[in-house]
């Protein structure tokens, strides 16, 4: 199987979803299996539905146990629709999940993962056509998630901007001295459009291993998750999730210790998916036949005839850098923060056929109970793994435009029968019935761009935004998503979320060090992930890359404490 695109059932959260602040707001699709014999009747074309799917990517599963340090990938960066559907669009661009080893073979149903990526989500407040980047922590069964440095949510019924429930807020760290990460998402430079966006996650010991958690008797692993990147304008460690926030859900229940990513590496059955689930739509039966329009997807044209998605999906063994660093901190030479190829194992891309499993799922106020049936995509496109590091699509050009620098995919689609049930065909908007209404239909923009609500930190004197407090600021910074972020300089161990987790003295002291021997040692100038062999680096947002004060080069990170709209992008 090349590729599938499933519905997301994601109403409650618990599904394996790309985390956002409001995962409570996707409505549940239908999952009735493709093939039923008739096609369902629906709602005129003059009612808009949602498109929902998944789209997995094959790889070969197949790896040495013990690379189970994390990963890294190129992922291409672009706008995923011909036309911005609005400020509540959410779809996630290739990514993957990671999930604890030591979870395998627990009889219980427990979900904690690391599966953030590109994307857009529902509570984007300043979202524009190009995707933004979350972590995406989830903390056990998404009791809390974290998607950076100040951004976070839990299911929970509080106020998501709660911060006496902070939730997921608290859960990563800023390492980096040279990147602004707004709660907002991670932001690449405006109209990035294929560009390789490169990063990955390995455990490096920032954190010592722990008794117990902000007074709990709750052990704690020495795992930092530490997200790095490869981008043409930035290379290096960025910030890392602390070990506290997966182990915090074992508060008063001993048997969950030792079983999240504070002390497990991850597991070996990865997959890489691309999450869509909002994209509108419409649907009409005519005369006993099914047809759909869909805004219009599209693909970044890497050449006269395909699109490069994805490159170098690899794995890492805890000698590929984590063991030099924890040599380090114990009075070793330090490492150059080059990932070691040698403790590396790519997985390769595999061959099948475009059109297996490819479904296309609607919801709507009049949804029946028969909505799910596969999509033709193999008529679209044909996949070139002749590169095994590398996931191409080659597109058929009879049926998918070229428009500028992009592939776009065809809006109308018919229900017909097949050997094995019902498929969608893509069909020229010639051949859809006028009274279906479709072609005349105009889809209204879901949510506005112009009424976001700003973030904000707390400002009391006694809060850990202001207790011990920031070193040097404000500042301000104007990003290319038409917001100004405020931010603070704090040293390493005074920003709040380092602040949160109450960590003694001696503890602060051992990993204040340790961060300033990264910011002396690892320079945003050096190599630490592989280079891509295929295709352009994306670039940050020119705006977040930053230079710290005089006097504060070392041990020192900008951390933002307001984010609010001041132009449209």
């Given amino acids: 199987m090349v590729v599938s695109l499933l519905a997301a059932s994601c109403s409650s959260g618990s599904a394996p979803a790309l985390p956002s602040e409001d995962t409570t707001s996707i409505p549940e699709a239908a999952t009735t299996p493709a093939g039923a014999a008739a096609a369902p009747t629906v709602a005129a074309g003059d009612e808009e539905w949602l498109l929902t799917s998944f789209t997995y990517y094959p790889i070969e599963q197949a790896q040495p146990t013990d690379a189970n340090a994390g990963f890294s990938m190129y992922v291409a960066a672009w706008p995923f629709q011909q036309t911005y559907p609005g400020a509540e669009y959410q779809t996630g661009l290739p990514s993957t999940w990671l999930k604890p080893a030591n979870l395998d073979g627990d009889e219980r149903e427990l979900y904690s993962t690391i599966e953030g990526g590109l994307g857009w989500w529902t509570d984007t407040r300043f979202a524009t056509e190009t995707p933004k980047f979350i972590m995406g922590g989830v903390s056990l069964d998404f009791t809390e998630w974290a998607n950076g440095p100040g951004a976070g949510a839990g299911l929970a019924d509080v106020d998501r901007r709660d911060w006496d429930q902070p939730q997921g807020k608290y859960g990563v760290a800023q390492l980096s001295p040279n990147v602004l990460w707004a709660p907002d998402g991670l932001n690449l430079a405006e109209g990035t459009n294929g560009e390789l966006f490169g990063y990955g996650y390995h455990p490096l010991p920032i954190i ?43 508060v008063g229940d001993p048997s969950l210790e030792g079983l999240f990513f504070d002390t497990s590496g991850t597991d070996y059955g990865r997959a890489i998916g691309l999450e869509t689930q909002v994209i509108p739509a419409v649907h009409a039966t005519v005369d006993g036949v099914s047809y759909a329009r869909v805004t219009r997807m599209q693909y970044p044209a890497t050449d006269d005839v395909s699109s490069v998605v994805l490159h170098r999906i690899t794995s890492y063994r805890d000698d590929a850098l984590a063991d030099d660093v924890g040599s380090w901190f114990e009075g070793g030479p330090p490492p150059s923060g080059e990932f070691d190829p040698a403790a590396a194992h790519l997985s390769p891309f595999t061959d099948a056929d475009a059109g297996d499993d490819v479904f296309m799922t609607f919801v709507g106020e009049n949804m029946g109970e028969d909505d799910e049936y596969p999509v033709d995509f193999g008529a679209l496109a044909d996949v070139d793994v002749s590169d095994p590091a590398t996931f191409r699509y080659a597109w058929n050009l009879d049926l998918v435009d070229r428009v500028g620098d992009s592939f776009v995919l065809p809006d109308y689609y018919r229900l017909e029968p097949d050997a094995d049930g019902m ?8 051949e859809v019935p006028p009274e279906s209404g479709l072609q005349s239909h105009v889809f209204e923009e879901l949510g506005t761009r112009n009424d976001s609500e700003p973030f904000v930190t707390p400002d009391e004197s006694d809060s850990l935004w202001r207790s011990p407090g920031p070193a040097a600021g404000p500042f301000t910074a104007d990003l290319g998503d038409g917001s100004t972020v405020t931010y603070h300089w704090y040293r390493f161990v005074d920003q709040p979320a380092i602040r949160y987790w109450e960590f003694s003295n001696a503890e602060l002291a051992t990993i204040q060090a340790r961060v300033e021997a990264i910011h002396r040692e690892w320079t945003p100038d050096r190599s630490y992930l592989a280079p891509p062999a295929v295709g352009e680096l994306a670039r940050l947002d020119p705006a977040i890359v930053v230079e710290p004060p005089a006097g504060l080069e070392i041990g020192y990170v900008p951390i933002v404490t307001r984010q609010e709209r001041t132009a449209m992008p």
């Fill in 208 to 250: 010592d291993a722990q008794t117990t958690s902000r007074g709990d008797a709750v052990p704690t692993g020495d795992n930092s998750w530490t997200l790095f990147l490869s981008t043409a304008n930035f290379q290096g460690p960025v910030s890392f999730f602390i070990p506290n926030f997966f182990t915090k859900p074992a």
């Fill in 423 to 430: 498929i969608w065909r893509p069909v020229d908007p010639s």
